[in-house]
């Protein structure tokens, strides 16, 4: 075989040969051709190094593609990390705020139902004692009202006066210690039904408005102690504007409402109820017949409201 010849075929052997894909005898021929032809040495050099390139470059290529995959998983178990952290923050939250909402909603409704049941109460006494600050003015008022309630008669006793009323009844009876004076009013409108004292906790009925609405949430409650009295404390509103109430956690009956704008202006009433202690000298009008009340004056008014929406409407009509 001449040596053209035999170039040719170690030539074609070339990639079988750097890849060892060629039997042993064929792998000898080429070893010994290849010790004495400088030109097929240089041609199986250049072939192994374009064989190194494409897998270098193949291999390189499968490096980024497998990066780039890993990359979008580690983004993917980012991803998927911070949606399960959203879903259980959301889910505290909710159940804190479902927790909440129950506890505020317990609070106020046993407290509702308990002054619900006291509107029946036949027998009772209410004192309620007053703070009053305007910080603007600094006007200051001190005073204590005494609500009597004896099987369908009132007394509404102050330190100035006293009223009388019955319920579902068209006349009431004002007297006025500085004046020295007693008027007795007839009406055409009954002023007072059974329970009305009792709506003087108007804070806790305004709470149950709120309590089946997102208001609900706008109220925090708190646990302290006031005059030796374990109580609940609903707040509305935030440190510089609010109204506290404090509820006996074992009557559930309110015994202190504070309402404060900060430097502004601070009220609060602190009431004591009780019950079957009220007798019926308490509620009795036929005091004012006694010698305690000779000097005072004794006037007998009409106050009847569609006299006087009839006599301002031809005031008005007059000055038009």
């Not at 609940?232 to 935030?238: L, N, T």
């Not at 202006?265 to 079957?276: G, L, V």
Request: aromatic letters at 14%.
């Amino acid at each position: 075989m001449d040596k053209m010849s035999e170039c040719e075929i170690v030539k074609d052997l070339a990639i079988p040969y750097t890849e060892g894909l060629i039997n042993p005898k064929s792998k000898e021929f080429v070893d010994v051709h290849l010790s004495t032809c400088n030109n097929c040495m240089k041609y199986y050099k250049d072939i192994k190094s374009d064989i190194f390139k494409e897998k270098y470059n193949e291999v390189q290529e499968d490096k980024i593609v497998i990066n780039q995959f890993s990359k979008i998983n580690k983004k993917i178990n980012i991803l998927k990390i911070c949606l399960i952290s959203i879903m259980i923050i959301v889910l505290i939250i909710a159940s804190l705020l479902f927790a909440k909402y129950q506890k505020n909603n317990n609070v106020i409704n046993r407290s509702y139902n308990q002054i619900e049941s006291m509107k029946e109460l036949n027998n009772y006494k209410l004192t309620v004692k007053t703070i009053q600050n305007n910080f603007d003015t600094n006007d200051q008022m001190n005073y204590e009202e005494v609500y009597y309630y004896k099987d369908g008669k009132y007394k509404i006793e102050s330190d100035n006066s006293i009223k009388f009323y019955e319920d579902n009844s068209y006349e009431k009876i004002c007297v006025y210690h500085d004046l020295k004076q007693i008027d007795y009013y007839k009406q055409d409108f009954i002023e007072m039904t059974k329970g009305d004292l009792i709506g003087i906790f108007s804070c806790v009925l305004n709470y149950k408005e709120m309590s089946s609405t997102v208001y609900n949430l706008a109220l925090t409650i708190r646990e302290e102690r006031y005059n030796g009295i374990d109580c609940y404390v609903i707040r509305f509103g935030d440190k510089n504007s609010y109204t506290d109430t404090w509820i006996n956690k074992a009557s559930f009956i309110p015994v202190r409402v504070v309402n404060e704008v900060y430097s502004d202006f601070y009220r609060e009433e602190i009431y004591t109820f009780q019950e079957n202690v009220v007798n019926d000298l308490d509620v009795d009008k036929e005091i004012l017949n006694s010698e305690q009340y000779k000097d005072y004056r004794k006037n007998e008014i009409d106050n009847n409201f569609k006299e006087r929406t009839n006599s301002n409407k031809d005031l008005q009509y007059l000055f038009k």
